[in-house]
């Protein structure tokens, strides 16, 4: 059995101090049910968060630096067929060595879909 995805999203604003973003949704990240795959909401989230603790640098294969997921906590609190998906991620705390994000998502009408928090260290 094969089967295909897509995940897409654009970044809608980007300052030092928080990214948001948004995550059409498509068939490619629909679960059997019709609904957003928890995977894609996951990914969604954590990309989000990985583009602010990137603060100005563009992610680039083996950069040193590259701000590496050590921790991801999930709370998956809703979900949607049809819409757009808003992230909004913002540091819980900005650290040289670990940093930590807390990442709301979105549908439509604002209702919280997730909340996820992930921890980052640099890549050496």
């Given at each position: 059995m094969q089967i295909n995805g897509?995940?897409?999203f654009t970044i809608t604003e980007?300052?030092?101090?928080?990214?948001?973003?948004?995550?059409?949704i498509q068939?490619?990240?629909l679960n059997p049910f019709g609904t957003v795959h928890a995977g894609a909401t996951l990914w969604f989230a954590?990309?989000?968060?990985?583009?602010?603790?990137l603060e100005s640098f563009d992610a680039t294969e083996g950069m040193k630096g590259f701000p590496l997921?050590?921790?991801?906590?999930a709370h998956l609190t809703g979900n949607s067929?049809?819409?757009?998906f808003h992230a909004q991620a913002k540091y819980v705390k900005r650290g040289k060595s670990v940093s930590i994000v807390r990442t709301t998502v979105t549908d439509n009408n604002g209702r919280l879909v997730a909340e996820v928090t992930t921890s980052h260290v640099p890549s050496a």
């Open positions: 897509q995940i897409e980007k300052t030092s101090d928080h990214v948001t973003a948004e995550m059409p068939a490619g990240i954590d990309v989000t968060a990985t583009v602010l603790v997921a050590i921790n991801l906590n067929k049809k819409g757009i």
